[in-house]
Every structure is written in C-alpha cells, then in structure tokens.
RNA sequence: GGGGCAUUCGUCUAGCGGCCUAGGACACCGCCCUCUCAAGGCGGAGAUCGCGGGUUCGAAUCCCGCAUGCCCUACCA
C-alpha cells in the first residue's frame, strides 16, 4: 500500500515570493500534480517579530500568478489544518512534552553568557564549535538555584552521539559523523517550538510524503531525523533541490536583480515565461526542448532527473524567455494582457478603444519584449497631438526642401488611396518613389517618421493603415510644418 | 574552526564506459531576409569536461586525493 503524494511548500510570511521559493513552489507543485496528490501550502510564522497575517497575501498572489494552485493552506484550509504554524502551538508543545517525558529532551537552565563562553573557548583552542551538553549534568539543587535566579530554559533535544544518514532523492545517501549533531534546542524558553521541530511536528500531522526543498536545509535534515526516530514517526522522503544563486554564486539577493515574484510581474514578465526559466534551474527533459508549458511539465517533470549543482539566475535567458511565450499567445489574450500594463504606462486608453489597441499590438507583437513596455512601444498610435520631429531624417541625399515637397506628393496620395490599406499604400507609395527617382527607403523613412515620430516602427504601411488615412493626413500635414519651419531656421 | 554537498562553453543544460574530434539554448559576432526596428533563417566563435593520480583495451562518465565554491554550524526560518 503506497501512500498518497502530498507535498507541501513552507515560506516565511516575508511580504511577497521570493523567486527562490518560486521555484522550490514549482517543483513541488509538479511532483503534486504529476502523482495526482496534494500540494500543502503551510505559512511558517514561528518567529512571532515576523509574524503578520497580512504579510502572507504576497505569497498568495506570487503563487496564483504563476499558476501553482494549493489544495490545502491557510486561506482554503483543509482536513489537516491549521496551515499557520502560529495557530499550531499546542501540536507542537505536545510533541515536546512527549520528548520531555521520554528522556529524549530535557529543559536546558545554561545562560547564554555560558554558552557564548563555550563557544569562544572551543574557538581559541580550535575545535569545533558544538553546545557540550553542559546543561544535562545541573544537579537538582543547582538548577533551584538557576530558577531562582530567573533563569528561564530552553528545551534541547537529547543528541546521542552516533552517525546519522539518509537518502535524499536527488543528492543520494548523506551521512554526518558520530559527533556532529549537538543538542539542538527544540523549543524556547517560553514553550514555543522552534522551527526543525515545528516542521517535523507539522510535516508529521499534515502526512507529507515528500520534503521538497532547498539545499540550505540538508543539515537540519540530520536534525529532524533525529527528531523523526524519537518520536517514533516515519520520516517523508526528502529531496534538497539545488540553490538559486547569482553571478557571484552566492545565495541570490536584492542586488542580483528584482528578487520577488511580484516586481517580475509589474517588470512585464509572462508567468508562463518565468516558469519556463526556473523550471531549468536545476531541471531539464533530457532532449533538446526548451519550450514548456506548466501543463506540460506535469507530464515530463521527475524529480530523478533534478541536478545538484547550483544555478546561476540568469536574467537575459528569462528575457528570452519572455519574448518566446509573448509571441505564443493569441492576440485576444495578449490584448488583454497587455492592456492594464499600457494604462500603467502612462497610455489615455478609452474602452471603445480596445478595438483599435487591438490592431496596434498586432503589429507590435515580435517588437514586444516585456509587457510594461507596451506604453513606450505604442504611445504613438495614441497620441493625437502627436508633432513629428522631422530632424530625425537623414538628410544625405535629398535635401529638407525636396523631402517636403515628396511628403506633399504622399500627402496627395494619402487623400485618395483607396481603399486605404497596406497592399494599396505600399504599391502607390513604391510607384512614387520610381516616379520621383528615390530609394523607396529615402522615401519611407521621412514617411515614417512624420506619422509615427519614430525611425524604429512595426512595418509602414500596415502601420498606416491602422492608424488610418484621418490620422496619417493631420500627422503628415504637421510634418510639412514642421519642415517649413525647418527651413526657415 | 567543524561538517555536508557540489564542480561540462560567460550562463542554463545534454551526457549516466566506446555513438563525444562533447550536443542544444541564452548572450556575443557575421551573413541572409528587409521600407526602419524587431522576429525569423543560416553560419561562427566559445568547454583540453576544476586539478592530479589511478581502474580499464577505452573515462566527461568508475575510484582516490587535492583545490575551489556554496550551504549549515542561533532560544531565525
């Protein structure tokens, strides 16, 4: 009888995502999905200076935006819960009573002025710096004494000297010497649990199946074994998926780059385009596929496959990325996608608009890097006062003059081009250029720009005909002023 | 100081004893396409597989040392 695949993802309240979780999120959420099991959302809030329930909705958000779906957790709850560990301090208390009761722990009355002695001294003679279990040996009448002092104790477990080993699914077996592990404390002197103990405590109750997590814990692993076996309770398979680092290859921080899910989402990044970059960091199918959806990650993810060396987040691949899977969607979730980044942006957009944003952002798709840049990219086919400024043309072989008197000839053109669209203008305007005895480039350019005000614009004549003949004639006629003026000068 | 783990192009990775004179992707460079910018296509440069020993007919792949890096070493999580 196997029993059945829950998983579980266990951050910190911290305000907002954090692209490490994210991806230790993603891992587990496949593994989930993959088994048809549980994916357990739990809010690790022990630490109580931390700890505000209202610090948990960046995780929420961060989690919903890319698509990873919990089954259980604090907010849906579930036939486990409470999902908070804040609201789970009687499960643990009553773990640590039965170590207590056990022997398996005992209530530690040392100082940290003691401890902090121990520490330096193992230090100045060179050895390793491990808490003796000082606190084991008080005899009755001294631990009287230290009470009375005001001495509040913590409780530690009970560290046996002995090897300690397990298997992790993706490193391998991983064994620690007879004296590694001291007597860790399990629970502060006011009774609250400390967090190996909580996670055990709750990964226990909650029948996780797997410990899918970063790498960082593989030496509180050690610890919870312990933990595991005095208890008397079966421990989850583990698998410690590599880090997240940067360039420096170091834990991946603030300066590294945006470090929250949520600053990738206003950055203009695809959730699929960010799932498909950190699915690589520590994963990859085998065979030469880059391209994954999450849906079809559940199908191809196995955590045998997942590497152990550390990965360097790199921010131009996610960019790549991003393009890939913006010119994956369809225009109509584009559009939507891409409209309240254009508001954002600074861009007047009315909803009778939407039709005609539409038409703009189809020309735009490929030149379209990231959402947020949708305003900066589109802002010309918005803006009806737009005044072109034609000293952005190259005069090299025709002069200001002869350009204004060409853009007249294209003015004319534009009046009667009928209909008005792309194969039509392009054909009139290249018949233009023969009659004028132009490059048709020399000719599109100054076009270009009079119409759009830029050099750089998705291809001229599909760009005319969405603007449409009323907006290219004004911007044209604005043009010729402007050269006039030009002239003048 | 101690322990654990890791080490293939700048980066993400393929590779699990012969198919590797190491493959793909990003970034970079060049060419093509082309009305600009993109996107796309083609090509180039880029890794003596951290170093040193073994094992083997044969090693990026197995073993042992060394080096380097990272993580942990709290009454944080």
Redesign the pocket.
């Given at each position: 009888m196997t029993q059945p695949i829950r998983v579980r993802m266990a951050p910190?309240p911290t305000g907002d995502l954090h692209v490490g979780s994210a991806r230790t999120a993603l891992f587990n959420y496949l593994m989930a999905r993959r088994a048809g099991g549980a994916f357990v959302l739990r809010i690790?809030d022990?630490?109580a200076q931390?700890s505000d329930p209202a610090r948990e909705a960046g995780i929420y958000d961060g989690l919903r935006w890319l698509g990873l779906n919990w089954d259980e957790g604090p907010d849906v709850g579930g036939p486990y819960g409470p999902y908070r560990?804040s609201e789970r301090k009687d499960v643990h208390r009553e773990a640590v009573q039965q170590l207590l009761a056990n022997d398996d722990a005992y209530y530690d009355y040392t100082t940290?002025e003691e401890?902090a002695a121990e520490?330096e001294q193992q230090?100045a003679e060179?050895?390793?710096?491990?808490y003796s279990g000082i606190g084991r040996h008080f005899s009755a009448a001294e631990v009287a004494e230290r009470k009375a002092a005001g001495v509040?104790?913590?409780v530690r477990f009970r560290a046996e000297p002995k090897p300690i080993q397990f298997d992790d699914i993706v490193?391998?077996s991983?064994?620690?010497?007879p004296d590694?592990v001291d007597d860790f404390?399990i629970a502060?002197?006011d009774g609250s649990a400390?967090?190996?103990m909580a996670v055990v405590v709750d990964d226990h109750h909650m029948r996780i199946s797997h410990a899918v997590r970063g790498?960082?814990?593989?030496?509180?692993t050690f610890r919870q074994v312990l933990l595991y076996e005095a208890l008397g309770w079966t421990p989850p398979a583990f698998a410690h998926l590599?880090?997240v680092?940067n360039r420096?290859?170091?834990?991946f921080s603030k300066r590294d780059g945006a470090q929250w899910v949520g600053e990738y989402r206003t950055n203009g990044y695809l959730p699929e385009a960010l799932v498909n970059f950190l699915i690589?960091?520590?994963?990859?199918p085998?065979?030469?596929r880059?391209i994954f959806s999450l849906a079809e990650l559940v199908q191809e993810f196995r955590l045998e496959?997942v590497?152990?060396?550390?990965?360097?987040f790199?921010p131009?691949?996610l960019?790549?990325f991003n393009?890939?899977w913006i010119?994956r969607l369809d225009l109509g979730d584009l559009a939507e996608r891409a409209w309240s980044y254009a508001t954002a942006g600074g861009l007047k957009l009315s909803p009778d608009q939407r039709g005609y944003f539409r038409s703009a952002l189809e020309l735009e798709y490929?030149?379209l890097s990231h959402l947020n840049r949708t305003a900066e990219l589109m802002d010309f086919f918005f803006d009806d006062e737009l005044v072109p400024d034609m000293r952005q043309v190259r005069y090299r072989r025709h002069s200001a003059a002869e350009t204004a008197q060409a853009l007249e000839l294209v003015a004319a053109l534009v009046d009667e081009a009928e209909p008005f669209d792309d194969p039509t203008l392009?054909a009139r305007m290249r018949a233009l250029a023969s009659d004028l005895d132009w490059k048709?480039?020399d000719l599109?350019?100054p076009v270009?720009i009079a119409v759009t005000g830029r050099?750089?614009?998705?291809?001229?004549?599909?760009t005319m005909e969405v603007l449409g003949r009323q907006r290219c004639r004004e911007r044209l006629q604005r043009a010729l002023t402007g050269l006039a003026e030009l002239a003048t000068a």
């Open positions: 910190s690790e022990t630490d931390r560990q940290a401890r520490r230090r060179g050895r390793p710096q491990r509040v104790p913590a490193i391998g991983i064994r620690v010497g590694e404390v502060r002197g400390l967090y190996n790498k960082d814990h593989v030496s509180n590599p880090l680092v420096r290859r170091q834990k690589f960091l520590g994963w990859a085998g065979d030469e880059e496959r590497n152990r060396a550390d990965a360097v790199d131009q691949r960019d790549h393009g890939v010119r490929e030149r392009e048709a480039g599109f350019m270009r050099r750089a614009t998705p291809p001229l004549f599909a």
